[in-house]
């Protein structure tokens, strides 16, 4: 009888470990949480949001822009702002109205509008705006909204118990760059550093096509572990998207 109680509760736990497990190698499954005509928001992950803007062009058209939302413990860091204050207005009252998060800064990822367009609202709500060195200076030489701290090669900074980075690995897409790393989930946000598969070149007037690559390279040494990647433009996906860009600019 003994040795049958003891079979049983090994089983039992031998089921209980294999539930936890599976439940830690689940997918998480994207969905979309918000959407109005220019704005969506979709959870990516259990603490990561992307938001879709978009930005009229002449060469383009109308162009959807990616940004990510980070959180942790009820604050929230974000790279990118959506591509104008209307739509960062929408962003910011989806945050703090729906989620209840504090939002703890912007990080805008390079000068160019589907980064720092919607600027001037995250500061009318007060929250803090960080930005490399060289994105502060195109911004306040193009007479953009100007982001409020700057750094120079790399950025880390609490949201709830977790950290994340913002980083400077050399010029791509334009001169100030730079990629948003959430370790606790594997995200990268690269911005427009990195193109969704089967992209073109896309805007080059600001970039340094021969050092592109070898930038992404060095983005890709630094985070083998990522999961999930997330482009300027389109579509999110792995670390393929790395791989992708670099043979794009290798041509």
Known sequence: MKNL??????????CGALVVNAQKNEIF???????????????VSKSAYEHV??????????????????SDGKEAII????TNNKSSEELIKWITNKLHFRIKAIIPT?????CLGGL???????????????TIAFAREKGFV????????????????QTITAKFFGEGH??????????SENILFGGCLIKELDATKGYLGDANVEAWANTVEKVKKEYPNVKLVIPGHGERGNSKLLDYTISLFRK
Do not use: R, W
């Open 146 to 161: 100007v982001p409020q701290n700057g750094f120079k090669d790399a950025l880390k900074l609490k949201v709830g118990k």
């Open 174 to 183: 334009t001169k100030d760059n730079v990629v948003g790393y959430f370790p």
């Open 120 to 134: 001037k609202a995250f500061h009318d709500h007060h929250i803090p705006s960080y930005a490399n060195f060289k």
């Open 29 to 43: 499954k994207p969905k979309v949480v918000y959407q109005s005509d220019d704005l969506i928001i979709t959870q």
């Open 110 to 114: 390079h000068f160019h509008d589907d």
């Open 79 to 82: 790279f990118d702002t959506p």
């Open 53 to 70: 803007s978009y930005l009229q062009t002449q060469e383009f058209g109308k162009v959807p822009c990616n940004g990510l939302v980070v």
């Open 5 to 14: 109680i003891k079979t049983f509760l090994v089983m039992l736990l031998l």
